[in-house]
Structure formats: C-alpha cells, structure tokens
T-cell receptor
Framework: EAGVAQSPRYKIIEKRQSVAFWCNPI?????LYWYQQILGQGPKLLIQ????????DSQLPKDRFSAERLKGVDSTLKIQPAKLEDSAVYLC?????????????FGQGTRLTVV | AQKVTQAQTEISVVEKEDVTLDCVYE???????LFWYKQPPSGELVFLIR??????QNEISGRYSWNFQKSTSSFNFTITASQVVDSAVYFC????????????FGTGTKLQVIP
C-alpha cells in the first residue's frame, strides 16, 4: 500500500510569512496526526483528527497555526505568521484507528526553516 | 502526566557489537502501551514494536529484542550483532488510556554503527 505522502519536502521562508503543508494519509486510515519535531527532540503532537473532526489540538498554537482535514482524507497545516522558533520538521502520520494500541505510519516530513 | 526519558543521546558501536537502548517512562495509568520507532536519515518514523502494560514477556524479532520491566518502568531495546543499516534515531513512546490515544515520545537515541 502507498505510504503517507507529504509536500513539500523542504521550505525556507522569512519570519512573518505564511506557509502551508499538505498531507495525504494511507487510504482507509481514519486518524491523522500532525507532529512538530524540533532538531534533537522527539515528535510533539500538534493536532489529531478522527475522520474530519478534531479530537486533540491542545498543543497547537492556535494564534498562528491552523489545520483542516477535508472530507476526512487529505489535510493541510498552515502557519501564519511564522516565527523563527517554528523551524522544525513537520511530520504527518495516519493510523487505522485512534485507540492507544494503534501504531502510526509516518510520512517523510516537511523541513521548515524560518529565517 | 506522562513522560518518556531516553538518557542516551548518541551511541556509537562497531559493526557486529550488541547495543542496548534505554527507555524509562512515567505514567499514572495502569493501562498503557509502549512503542519503539526507528527514524532513518530519510525522515519517516518506522514502527518497530508495541507492548501493552499487562504483557511483560520479553520479545525477540530477529536481531531485535525488547525487555519490558514494570518494576523499574523501563522498556529497553537491544540490537544484537549490529549492522550499518541499523544506524538511525530510535524513539521510545508511551500511549495512555483515553478516548483517543495521546502519545508522548522520548527525545530519541541516535545510533551510529561504524563498519
């Protein structure tokens, strides 16, 4: 089966600009996650969707980050305006279900550099 | 609050040596799951193993083995006869009970296997 697809792979923007990332999960996976991975750290969950509804966005900086999952399939994550500290790899993952015993399948990520 | 500690930031071994990656976790729940993921240079996290809190049996899969000890809140990962292809960052993760899983990742251990 095809894996989780993300684009772009790399993005360099200036601070205060906006940026958007796209994710296409594995077909049939109801749960979609966006993680932020800062260099040298583990992934931190930003937002979790179950189909097209949000089940956890407690760590999403809502003043500048937004995400949507259209028709319960593809998803976009937007940052507006970007700050220097947003430089990180943004990983999208999907799983068949959102229960605690479910392993996630990850995309290769988008490496964002804010200058 | 849940927490995962991977005290080893980087480990270097010579090919064919055995290596153990440590993982210590904290949780108040009695029901939880532990995971190990591998992150090769290409960026995507690859699922390796899942273990639930009621199953303390050790597991072996080829050159990989996992030792789960609830008494010390540890879930260590051993690679036997390491190979260059094992070079990657390895993450331990904890998922607690809830309506939907809330996963906390450790900071990762970078393993370099030298030929």
């Amino acid at each position: 089966e095809a894996g989780v697809a993300q684009s772009p792979r790399y993005k360099i923007i200036e601070k205060r600009q906006s940026v958007a990332f796209w994710c296409n999960p594995i077909s049939g996976h109801a749960t979609l996650y966006w993680y932020q991975q800062i260099l040298g750290q583990g992934p931190k969950l930003l937002i979790q969707f179950q189909n097209n509804g949000v089940v956890d966005d407690s760590q999403l900086p809502k003043d500048r980050f937004s995400a949507e999952r259209l028709k319960g399939v593809d998803s976009t994550l937007k940052i507006q305006p970007a700050k220097l500290e947003d430089s990180a790899v943004y990983l999208c993952a999907s799983s068949r279900g959102g229960r605690m015993n479910t392993e996630a399948f990850f995309g290769q990520g988008t490496r964002l550099t804010v200058v | 609050a849940q927490k995962v500690t991977q005290a080893q930031t980087e480990i270097s071994v010579v090919e064919k040596e055995d290596v153990t990656l440590d993982c210590v976790y904290e949780t108040r729940d009695t029901t939880y799951y532990l995971f190990w993921y591998k992150q090769p240079p290409s960026g995507e996290l690859v699922f390796l193993i899942r273990r639930n809190s009621f199953d303390e049996q050790n597991e072996i899969s080829g050159r990989y083995s996992w030792n789960f000890q609830k008494s010390t809140s540890s879930f260590n990962f051993t690679i036997t006869a390491s190979q260059v292809v094992d070079s990657a960052v390895y993450f331990c993760a904890l998922s607690e009970r809830g309506g939907y899983q809330k996963v906390t990742f450790g900071t990762g251990t970078k393993l370099q296997v030298i030929p």
